[in-house]
């Protein structure tokens, strides 16, 4: 080598690097849930937010969705840019998804009310025996 190519050379070593470096997927610490740390708690928050999954189409992707953003999300530590592009959904429908699992987990239903264990019409409370018997007098 010519004395200018070794002078070059060691200008260019210094500010470029010197070969292909392995890229790992970019993380970020997210606060995590303890029921995510375990299948059994993820499939106890699935079955909470779709009772009818053994049935029903709808709800067996939509539990297979958030499955997946779980286990992205929480797991893996893909950021939700990265999320919206593994999956091709909008933001919109990462964030929202998100908030919405974090509230099954807390408890809550998906639009963050109270769960209730009643379904249905509230009854009318019973009359009792007195009214019915002074009621049937004439």
């Known amino acids: 080598m010519s004395r200018n190519s070794k002078s070059l050379r060691g200008q260019v070593d210094a500010t ?63 950021t939700r840019k990265q999320i919206t592009e593994e999956m091709d959904l909008t933001a919109s429908q990462i964030n929202n998804c998100l908030c919405r699992i974090l509230r099954v987990g807390k408890g809550l239903r998906t639009n963050g009310k109270p769960r209730g264990g009643k379904r249905g019409r509230p009854k009318k409370p019973a009359k009792s025996s007195a009214t019915l018997f002074l009621g049937s007098r004439r």
């Open 16 to 78: 470029f690097p010197q070969g292909y470096q392995n890229a790992k997927a970019r993380t970020h610490k997210h606060r995590v849930p303890l029921w995510t740390s375990s299948d059994k708690g993820i499939q106890e928050v699935l079955l909470r937010a779709f009772p009818e999954l053994s049935t029903n189409d709808a709800q067996r992707d939509a539990a297979a969705r958030w499955t997946r953003v779980i286990q992205l999300y929480f797991r893996t530590g893909y």
